[in-house]
């Protein structure tokens, strides 16, 4: 677009590892030995687990080397501080692609598409994914692929099969279940982990199962939340990445709540997915920590 300057390239490191003296000293030495320039740093010690967490942004044009040979460069470093296996340089410059799984609610899908549409969340949606076809028309109506996979009681596995290979043909940063009423099967729960998000009211563990906006407004509850985590095989027990509520009282009804519910679900899974997309989401057990 005229008039518009594209955001400076940067090269962003995270990773965790025990906690000790001079680790700062190590990286910013290892940065600056190569003309790095870093505009952003933050770190988090955890007392409880003795563990140190880290997240670097160095402008990309400072350093002599792509993002490749700053991954196989840090990587001694990393090994000298017994960092844990998850940690990553990300390159600002390379598009995330996020592949998008729904039913039929589609709050959460049209508020990503409307915030990518916009230009607000800058991402490729690489294709939507339905195991009903009630939202193919608004998908394609943004130029992207819906593929509608239908469940059958006695071919779930069948369509699982189907719904991965259409997944990881696109390889996505983040494969986001916006409101998808499917159970994840343990294995793509680990194919995916650490990519996959999820979106559910808060509620849980208090009112399980159907109709919970109409279980929290019979228990006259004050509060309506969202929560947004990775997913893994523990049904809506995987590392949280955000949360949020929205305050309700008696003068609202059961729909008021649902409605209420779906706004602070959007807002939650945009945010989380935005700071998974930003590399400032690290995973450490069953607890994250977000810079």
Known sequence: MPGVTAPERRYVITFGCPDRTGIIARISGFLAEHGGWIVEAAYHTDPDTGWFFTRQVVRADSLPFDAAELRARFGEVAADLSADSSW???????????????????????????????????????????????????????????????????GKAEAFEQVRKLVDEHEPHAVVLARFMQILPADLCREWAGRAINIHHSFLPSFIGAKPYHQAHTRGVKLVGATCHYVTADLDAGPIIE????????????????????????????????????NRVLVHGNRTVVF
């Open 88 to 154: 990553q340089v990300s390159d600002t410059g390379e598009r995330r692609r996020v592949v998008i799984l729904v039913s039929k609610a589609g709050h959460c899908l049209y508020d990503l598409l409307g915030r990518v549409a916009s230009g607000e969340l800058d991402v490729d949606i690489a294709a939507v994914i339905g195991n009903h076809g009630s939202l193919a028309d608004i998908t394609r109506a943004h130029g992207i692929p819906f593929h509608h996979v239908p469940f059958p009681a006695d």
């Open 243 to 278: 949360q949020d509520v929205i305050r309700v009282d008696h003068g609202d009804s059961v729909e008021d709540m649902v409605r209420k519910g779906r706004d602070i679900e959007k807002v939650t899974l945009a945010r989380g997915l935005r700071w998974h997309l930003e």
